[in-house]
């Protein structure tokens, strides 16, 4: 049996409900990306200072629009997106609606592999630094995950790997904050782990997106099979859909982006959760159809967390990763108590 036999009733007035989802936030994602690039940061120039650089110092102006604002546009779309779309997926791959990227502990891994190189002191040569630590750490999260949950993982065997490596990194990186050399230190690898665009470059941004598009594509490939998988597993492989190399696709491409994404930004939670709920009824509670919209939607709720982040902050600008907090917390809570009022139904 092949992938044609997943029901198709409905398609043509889905199709076009999903295009003008898609199109309407792609506009708004676009929308705020200008609105951030123009928007200064907490002691930073002004739209106006910028216009009159342009004739007094149009050098000046330059940089600090290609080389400072648009590559924490960039990123804030990019990053956001890569939440959405994997909290998308690993909610349609666990068949659970409190799952998100951080799950099976790449982000826990990502964050203790650049406090490593903040402890031992590895990035004054270069800003690149930071991030390849991260990176480096997401891959070992990934390695021990697999190590963990053995060839042919289900889904509960996953969550509990993903749990004790985010509890692991959690305690090394405790330990690490316990033994830093001195409160500066400790200070800047706090304020890192909020999560931040701020001072971000197009190498950043360069750094990171060969792991983004591959994990994208990975995560992308999977989109018919997580339909099957909505089915349960039995039917997902009668209608020709193997759920080990399903999984295999999905958790690796959540590595490889959101591994990325944590080692330039540091841990920027609860996207991955609040806009797959949100938008999954205007998919049809669909996977396939909910990946697209919620990495756009990602890229909008980030996008617009960082606009918050500059028009909150007048001394010291606000670290995106507490607003995010703020916003998904309490959206979370929610979520727990209208699951537990279901189950008692």
Known sequence: MTTDAIPSSGRPSRLS???????????????????????????????????????????????IVLEIRLPRVFLGLLVG???????????GLLRNPLAEPGLIGVSGGAALGSVIVFYFMLATGTSLAVPIGGIVGAFVSLVILYLLSGNRPSVST????????NAFAG?????????????????????????????????????????????????????????????????????????????????????????????????????GLVIPHLLRPLTGYQPSRLLLPSALGGAVLLTAADIAVRLLSWQAELRIGVVTALIGAPF??????????????
């Open 17 to 63: 409900n999903s295009v003008v989802l898609n199109a309407g936030l792609a506009i708004l994602a676009v929308f705020l990306g200008a609105v951030s690039l123009i928007m200064p940061s907490a002691r930073g120039a002004s739209l106006s200072d910028i216009t009159t650089m342009l004739s007094t110092d149009p050098d000046l102006a330059r940089l």
């Open 81 to 91: 997106a890569t939440l959405g779309l994997c909290g998308a997926a690993l909610q």
């Open 158 to 165: 996953l969550i509990l790997a993903g749990v004790a490596i």
């Open 171 to 271: 305690a090394m990186t405790s330990l690490t904050l316990n033994f830093a050399p001195n409160p500066y230190a400790a200070l800047e690898i706090v304020f890192w782990l909020m999560g931040s665009l701020v001072d971000r470059s197009g190498d950043h941004v360069l750094l990171v997106l060969p792991f983004l598009v591959l994990g994208w594509g990975l995560i992308a490939s999977t989109s018919r099979a997580l339909d099957a998988l909505s089915l349960g597993e039995d039917t997902a492989q009668s209608l020709g859909f193997d759920p080990f190399w399903v999984k295999a696709r999905v958790i690796l491409g959540t590595g490889l982006a959101v591994g990325a994404s944590v080692s330039v930004t540091g841990v920027i939670g609860f996207v």
């Open 332 to 345: 979370f809570l929610f979520l727990i108590i209208k699951t537990r009022r279901t189950s008692e139904l």
